[in-house]
C-alpha cells in the first residue's frame, strides 16, 4: 500500500511565504514523477510543478519565480517552496506521484488528503 502525505498548508497574507512537504511510503518501487496540484473551489484541479525522473521540472506559468519545487530522492519527499504568495493561489494543494509498485508493472497515480492554503490579509 502506497500513501502520500502532505503537510505544510496555512494562512498566509499576500506576499508572505509557506512550504509544502508531501511524502510518499510504502510498497514503491519506483517513481516516475511527483507533483503538486491545487484545486480552487469552482475550478478544476491544475498542475503547479512537477518533477520527472529524468530529473526536468515543469511549473505552471501562474507560478514560475515564485515557486520552487525540491526533492529528498532518498526520503522520497517533495517539497514546495511558495514565496510571493497572492490571494489567486488560495486553493487545496494535492501532492501527486505516478508511481510502480513492482519491477516492470504499471505506473498508477496515487494523490495525497490536500492541504489548505489560504492567501488573505
Known amino acids: 500500500q502506497v500513501q502520500l502525505v502532505e503537510s505544510g498548508g496555512g494562512l498566509v497574507q499576500p506576499g508572505g511565504s509557506l512550504r509544502l512537504s508531501c511524502a510518499a511510503s510504502?510498497?514503491?518501487?519506483?517513481?516516475?514523477?511527483m507533483a503538486w496540484y491545487r484545486q480552487a473551489p469552482g475550478k478544476e484541479r491544475e498542475l503547479v510543478a512537477r518533477?520527472?525522473?529524468?530529473?526536468?521540472?515543469n511549473y505552471a506559468d501562474s507560478v514560475k519565480g515564485r515557486f520552487t519545487l525540491a526533492r529528498d530522492k532518498a526520503k522520497n519527499t517533495v517539497y514546495l517552496q511558495m514565496n510571493s504568495l497572492k490571494p489567486e493561489d488560495t486553493a487545496v494543494y494535492y501532492c501527486?506521484?505516478?508511481?510502480?509498485?513492482?519491477?516492470?508493472?504499471?505506473?498508477?497515480?496515487?494523490w495525497g488528503q490536500g492541504t489548505q492554503v489560504t492567501v488573505s490579509s
Open positions: 510504502g510498497r514503491i518501487f519506483s517513481i516516475e514523477a
Open positions: 518533477f520527472i525522473s529524468a530529473g526536468d521540472t
Open positions: 501527486g506521484a505516478d508511481l510502480r509498485v513492482v519491477a516492470l508493472g504499471p505506473v498508477y497515480r496515487y
